[in-house]
């Protein structure tokens, strides 16, 4: 377990669900992943992601699927590409990541309460 946090570092992290809308392989990362465009509605507008989910998951399996990710943090350069959210995900026992999601779909841009 980490370090107690107070419950208003917790509110600094802005999570959102979206949902994908282009994905796409990323063969230029080191690790395999995928390049994902994600649709986060009106107010957010769409961002693109880089995640390391290619051992569960196909990209044409992606679209029209919703993530979850955090939206505030500042971009981060992957190679020739440009991340903008992190997208959450949880490793499964040999360390593969499973995306994190909603088990019934929201709006898109709706934020973690």
């Known amino acids: 377990m980490s370090d107690t946090i107070e419950f208003s570092d917790f509110e600094k992290v802005d999570i959102r669900v ?13 690790k395999p992943a995928i390049k994902l465009t994600i649709d986060f509605g009106e107010t957010i507008g769409t961002k693109r992601s880089s995640a ?20 505030n943090f500042p971009p981060r350069q992957i190679g020739p590409f440009m991340s903008q959210v992190l997208t ?20 898109n841009g709706e934020r973690l309460q």
């Open 18 to 30: 979206g949902t994908v809308v282009d994905a796409a392989p990323f063969p230029e990362a080191r």
């Open 52 to 71: 390391q989910i290619t051992r569960h998951y196909e990209p044409e399996a992606l679209i029209g699927r919703q993530v979850i990710a955090v939206v």
């Open 88 to 107: 959450l995900g949880f490793a499964d026992g040999d360390g593969a990541i499973v995306l994190a999601n909603c088990d019934q779909p929201v709006p």
